[in-house]
């Protein structure tokens, strides 16, 4: 028998190979966006496990699955677990995560990796794809809602992706994450006009671009509040309120399956008649390859709702896997 190995890589082998930086992460995104558009791919709908113990969104384990094409395929899985307590009383983040990623000649498993940086990494990495095609050109001012592990990542990848931003908003209903924020975000990238307002609706309103980062499960994101030209990333999903979506004047989604589900807005829309894959303006990947308009005129208020698809972390995980090969990084461990 052939001899089986599995590489471990634990968060710091992971940041060690750049893993920490937004880069990586853009174009392993973007790749994994146009085998999407070509049907390149399985993306099983994600199973939601959660207690009956506990009622609250964000507590849940959701396995996601996905095979890649290409010249070189791979398969594997995320495990992604959230506690929405853990911050206040354990001190953790609220995401942890692994990934395992399996040979595709003998589907084996060839690498198993901590994956709650990578899941935060491309998870901003989807927004900044987005914001090529979707926001207008040359914004200089961002506002983020809920400054948790998610919207620093968020804001990371704004700073590092789009150098003309020189501005940002941040809101938390805890006023003193929104300000360790802010100190983090300054310390890190200097000259930075960081503003921490009083309310969501503040910092929404003629602010171009809005990422809503919050586990919130009641919407609270009004339509009024959006100027002409707001590109709104709605990647917490509840946030929006549902008339939003029927007035915006583009609707984003990354899958459109993966959307319509789990009595998420959307899911809700499409139930009572008010929405359907045919007023969808596109899926994400379509506008990667062109075969669908992005953003086409100043004015247009556009609104992306990423419900997160597994080829997102299984595309960044085999880049990751890739490097730390050539570089022999990690632990080989025999499975056997």
Known sequence: MTTATLRYLSRSDVAALGG????LYMSAIEAGFRSHAAGDFVQPLKPYLRSPRTQHIADRIIAMPAWIGGE?????????????DNPARRGMERASAVIVLNDPETNYPMAIMEGGL????RTAAVTGVATRHLARKNFEEAAIIGCGPIAERQAQMLLEQFAGVKALRLFDLREEAAHALAARLSQRFGDLVIAVTKSAEAAVRDCPVVITCTVTDKPYLAFDWLSKGTFLANVSIMDVERDVFLKVDKVVVDDWDQSNREKKIINLLVEAGEFSRERLHAELGEIIVGSKPGRETDDEIILLNPMGM???DISCAKAILGR???RNIGTVLPLF
């Not at 070189?72 to 929405?84: D, M, N, T």
């Not at 990578?118 to 990494?121: D, E, Q, R, W």
């Open 324 to 326: 730390a090969e050539d």
């Open 72 to 84: 070189q395929p791979v398969a594997g899985l995320k495990w992604i677990g959230s506690k929405h």
């Open 118 to 121: 990578l899941s935060a990494m």
């Open 20 to 23: 920490d930086h937004s880069d």
């Open 310 to 312: 597994a080829i997102d």
